[in-house]
């Protein structure tokens, strides 16, 4: 059972613009919500995170977006830029802080 | 800098040896450590929870007895690939989280597992 799902699973945009990545989850007990960035062959590294009692969190260049009736949160990447080209990994903790991954969205920033 | 050091970085072996891999906490001491493994174009899928002090309680389909872990300091834990075979070539994740409730899991860089 995918608990935490991203249906793209990849995404180009322009240098410069907004890069938008969507994640789904079907868990209604999950209560706080991760970003993770990563590139091949490296650990992934933690971007941006939101507990369910907000619905917004910002940090720079990146935004996260919840959307608790709907189950939905996205990152928002303003302005993007190519070194922002990775996967991008939306996670939530179960019991014991467990991480549920989902599948990743490729991002392309291009020149 | 890095909060969590993975060692080997890469590893290629003959089936049937057993590979030991090494996951420290830099910055802090860590009671729970967790092991994730990606398959290729996989998501990261947990495999086990390394518990300082005592058994590391593994999750659904993972056999413990293939996967050994040891946490035996507040800063390192290890993970023994036993008798290991081209099916479990794959790239392996540790990671830490700081602190108490809902926090950031700090993950190494990865080991590339590559059984021939």
């Known amino acids: 059972d995918q608990q935490v799902k991203q249906n793209s699973p990849s995404l180009s945009v322009q240098e410069g613009r907004i890069s938008i990545l969507n994640c789904d989850y079907t868990?209604?007990?999950?209560?706080?919500f991760l970003w993770y960035k990563k590139y091949p062959a490296e650990g992934p590294t933690f971007l941006i995170s939101?507990?369910?009692?907000?619905d917004k969190n910002e940090d720079g260049r990146f935004t996260v977006f919840l959307n608790k009736s709907a189950k939905h949160l996205s990152l928002h990447i303003v302005p993007s830029q190519p070194g922002d080209s990775a996967v991008y990994f939306c996670?939530?903790?179960?019991?014991?802080?467990?991480?549920?991954f989902g599948k990743g969205t490729l991002l392309t920033v291009n020149p | 800098g890095a909060v969590v050091s993975q060692h080997p970085s890469w590893v290629i072996c003959k089936s049937g040896t057993s590979v030991k891999i090494e996951c420290r906490s830099l910055?802090?001491?860590?009671?729970?450590m967790f092991w994730y493994r990606q398959f290729p174009k996989q998501s990261l899928m947990l495999m086990a929870t390394?518990?300082?002090?005592?058994?590391?309680?593994?999750e659904q389909g993972v056999e413990k007895d293939k996967f050994l872990i040891n946490h035996a300091s507040l800063t390192l834990s290890t993970l023994t690939v036993t008798s290991a075979h081209p099916e479990d070539s794959s790239f392996y994740i540790c990671?830490?989280?700081?602190?108490?409730?809902?926090?950031?899991?700090?993950f190494g860089d990865g080991t590339r597992l590559s059984i021939l």
């Open positions: 990671s830490v989280k700081q602190g108490a409730g809902n926090q950031p899991q700090h």
């Open positions: 868990n209604s007990m999950f209560d706080y």
């Open positions: 939101i507990s369910s009692i907000k």
């Open positions: 996670a939530a903790p179960r019991s014991n802080y467990k991480l549920t």
């Open positions: 910055d802090f001491q860590a009671t729970t």
């Open positions: 390394s518990n300082e002090g005592s058994k590391a309680t593994y």
